[in-house]
DNA sequence: AAAGTCATGTCAGCTGCTGTCATCAGTACT
DNA sequence: AGTACTGATGACAGCAGCTGACATGACTTT
């Protein structure tokens, strides 16, 4: 037995994130968010580096599995393939461990406020930077690299809003696997206008 | 003549750049900004709407450049070919107003700051949200007009770091052009493999 | 038992940002 | 000419996010 109770990272959550849902984000101070957790402010601090990483905890795992999978894939898969296997490795993680409810949840305090929207954008920004690293370790130059990977970190990013918005039977890989095929058309249609023209 | 010396926003604007330069962005205080430029803390806020803001202004104007550029587009183009017509527009525009100098001394501060990072990609978060609700204008349906707008900003993003870290002859536009090429080898490699397996 | 560590508490302080009211040149209207 | 209005700025007070520095006390190691 501790001198104080156990998991406090833990009550910091879950009293955020409570929070967060009864007031909105920028009507909870995190004195409060201290306070329902049985800590105080600077505690906070020392366990999230500001008030919206509470709510992106464990971004860093999801970089690291998608590090491993595009190392772990075939040598022979092209680079687009390779990115895109690995996020719907990244989106079945999601969708087992939390469910589509909580991110709907967060999804919904997110939303509603244009800094927390801009950290979302550089958790994505920061994937796409780990995988276009991954791709360049196994040989793919520069630029194709970083298209891969910001291309497939869209199509993640759309795929996413899908499954959130929508009440589709589909699970999060499938649509990931669907956009890009939407994508393949995209690309395909410029090709022909552009070598008719 | 008017009560206070003229163009306070200009002012305010070259010694925010000018300090932040200098310093660094969140070594310069909003004090210290209005000082060099003869004004108040205060007013500084009454004319952006944050720190960072001087940085970005001039955003919105783009936005609307592509707008208009989408709706130009003939009807019969496709989505995505439309989207990369309207971002080689606005990076014409970029080039032509500010010049690459301009380009790589701000991108020199944004880099050494994760706060401007996030509002830039903010910035282009928002040009993809204008971008596919220019094309759903034309009857896109959601989920396409999304995701090629969203892949067009990837490509655009791409272009333009190749465009200020380079010193290629290449102008932003070409550049665009270019990467969007090579998106296209790279979704027609995935179908080809799916194909073959 | 002495020493060291580790998570937390306490306190002081800076800075970004906002609300509110005062000031006063220029403009328009009478 | 006088008066009222507008619009940009100043002055001031205050909140909240975030940080540095030091204290505390249970648990661990030696």
Redesign the pocket.
């Known amino acids: 037995?501790?001198?104080?109770?156990?998991?406090?990272?833990g009550r910091l959550a879950q009293a955020a994130i409570e929070l967060y849902g009864e007031r909105g984000f920028?009507r909870?101070?995190?004195?409060?968010i201290?306070a329902r957790a049985?800590?105080?402010?600077?505690?906070f601090?020392?366990?999230?580096?500001?008030?919206?990483?509470v709510l992106f905890a464990g971004s860093e795992a999801m970089a690291e599995r998608l590090v491993a999978a595009v190392a772990a894939a075939p040598g022979s898969a092209p680079p687009l393939a390779t990115v895109a296997v690995a996020l719907e490795e990244v989106g079945a993680a999601i969708q087992e461990s939390r469910g589509r409810d909580f991110a709907r949840a967060r999804r919904s305090i997110i939303v509603s406020n244009p800094e927390l929207q801009e950290r979302e954008l550089i958790k994505l920004a920061s994937w796409a930077g780990t995988l276009a690293g991954a791709l360049r370790d196994r040989g793919v130059d520069e630029t194709t690299a970083t298209l891969a990977a910001q291309t497939g970190v869209a199509v993640f990013h759309v795929a996413f809003g899908r499954w959130v918005s929508n009440d589709d039977e589909l699970d999060l890989p499938a649509l990931i696997r669907d956009s890009l095929t939407i994508l393949s058309a995209l690309t395909a249609a410029v090709d022909q206008s552009a070598a008719v023209a």
Chains 1, 2 share one sequence.
């Open positions: 037995m501790g001198r104080w109770e156990p998991n406090a990272r920028d909870t101070t995190v004195a409060e201290a049985g800590l105080t402010e600077r505690t601090f020392r366990h999230y580096s500001d008030k919206r990483e």
